[in-house]
T-cell receptor, first 115, second 109 residues
Framework: EAQVTQNPRYLITVTGKKLTVTCSQN?????MSWYRQDPGLGLRQIYY???????DKGDVPEGYKVSRKEKRNFPLILESPSPNQTSLYFC??????????????FGAGSRLTVL | GQNIDQPTEMTATEGAIVQINCTYQ??????LFWYQQHAGEAPTFLSY??LDGLEEKGRFSSFLSRSKGYSYLLLKELQMKDSASYLC??????????WGAGTKLIIKP
């Protein structure tokens, strides 16, 4: 089944404790992206990657890191999490330039709470 | 700046028709997407418009007017399972998606 898999789905952590949210897709997609979703704000892009070893900042990159060493994986790293990073995170991928044929496929989401 | 506006919440009755509006302001325009998101779940793709006019897909239709910076999603024969948030996203000249905050649609029996 074609899918985007992210883990963990739920995580409660404490301020300053480094964590990684993994994202993997099995569709051979070139484009991958991380979003956070907060009530009333909609989806905000954190980082995206057009291909292996190519990453770019989105709208809200502060406090996050990413890497794209392999096509299928795009982990999100929070080096020193803070309470304002408590959010619902989505990883998404696409086969190329967005169109009616190339749309974003989202993972199930990772709900992160930072105490 | 770039901006997407859509109503925060709408209520409709099972079996009825509802129209969810979206207005956008972007630097350039390369199409408009609608996604459906059930509570606690991932967004899923509904429709894409890049040319003016109406695109129909079963009970769902999407309309675009590029000159007015306006789109709507029309849902017919509403079912309880249509209770969800509907996200509007416009693609700018750099092929980046600008997302609206979503419209929560509540369906009542």
């Amino acid at each position: 089944e074609a899918q985007v898999t992210q883990n963990p789905r739920y995580l409660i952590t404490v301020t300053g404790k480094k964590l990684t949210v993994t994202c993997s897709q099995n569709m051979n997609h070139e484009y991958m992206s991380w979003y956070r979703q907060d009530p009333g704000l909609g989806l905000r892009q954190i980082y995206y990657s057009m291909n292996v070893e190519v990453t770019d900042k989105g709208d809200v990159p502060e406090g996050y890191k990413v890497s794209r060493k392999e096509k299928r994986n795009f982990p999100l790293i929070l080096e020193s999490p803070s309470p304002n990073q408590t959010s619902l995170y989505f990883c998404a991928s696409s086969g190329g330039a967005f169109s009616g044929a190339n749309v974003l496929t989202f993972g199930a989401g990772s709900r992160l709470t930072v105490l | 700046g770039q901006n997407i506006d859509q109503p925060t919440e709408m209520t409709a009755t099972e079996g009825a028709i509802v129209q969810i509006n979206c207005t956008y302001q972007t630097s350039g325009f390369n199409g408009l997407f609608w996604y459906q998101q059930h509570a606690g779940e991932a967004p899923t793709f509904l429709s894409y418009n890049v040319l003016d006019g109406l695109e129909e897909k079963g009970r769902f239709s999407s309309f675009l007017s590029r000159s007015k910076g306006y789109s709507y999603l029309l849902l017919k024969e509403l079912q309880m399972k249509d209770s969800a948030s509907y996200l509007c996203a416009a693609m700018d000249s750099n092929y980046q998606l600008i997302w609206g905050a979503g419209t929560k649609l509540i369906i009542k029996p």
